[in-house]
């Protein structure tokens, strides 16, 4: 499937994915802090990829000096909308608009992937400042839970596209995030939440591999999984297991953060 064009589908759907798209933990937060080597608070964070603003609103709750980086105009529009207080660039990972040696930590939440790493790697460490660092995260599918699993074996089917995996190995991950040769380190965070029917189906269909089948391919996956769930969930109360594959990169990391390690 065409990467730029699922890449730029979540412009027309971008209030759909502010409302219904899942946060991040705390103990997120906490492992950036800690792997990073520095606290939030004071920090200058650019958020890259920044969407609706999601990942950016708990940064700027833990006292960063936030700036958002997005491409897209449906998005940026909405974290406008959302955030209108915090300064959004109109940019991505490849071209970063921003100076040399500006910031101290790069995020990229959910948007690593929509990047060319051979460029996106040089262009992060252009603006970081001496011990700054990258930070990425995706919130995945807890696979452990069968009906999860199942659900998204179903996904997979339906939307022709990779069907779910295990979490590859620390050297796997860290070769493909293009973080070779760079101090990295690999963190794991489960969470959960629990959340109404109705929710958990607008996050399925806030997903670029939905959005790029269009109204009626959504609408007939939506409507039979609304019933196979309505037969699990009677109330109608769906808990979503995730877990939060982050992986923190830069020159210059703490000792004990050097080789690419996970937590549970």
Known sequence: MD?????HSFNAAAGQ??????SYPPALLDAVEELAGRPLAGARVADVGAGTGIATA?????????????????????????LPGVPVVRGDGNAL?????SVDLLTYAQSWH?????????????VLRPGGAIAVWWNTTALDVPWLAAQHERIARHTGTEPPSREPDDRRAVRGAGFEG?????RHVRWSRTVP?????????????????????AREFLTAERGRLRA?????EIEETYVVDLLVAGRRLPAASSPAATSP
């Open 3 to 7: 990467a730029p064009l699922r890449a």
């Open 17 to 22: 994915y502010a409302a219904n798209r899942p």
């Open 58 to 82: 708990l940064l700027r709750e833990r006292g960063a000096e936030v700036v958002a980086v997005e491409p897209g105009d449906g998005m940026a529009a909405r974290f406008r909308h959302e």
């Open 97 to 101: 608009p921003l100076a040399d040696a």
């Open 114 to 126: 929509w990047t060319d790493t051979a460029r996106s790697v040089p262009e992060a460490l252009r």
């Open 182 to 186: 760079l101090p990295c380190v690999r």
């Open 197 to 217: 029917l109705d929710v958990h189906l607008a996050n399925i269909g806030s997903h670029s591999a939905f959005l790029v089948l269009g109204e009626a391919g």
């Open 232 to 236: 699990l969930f009677p109330g109608e």
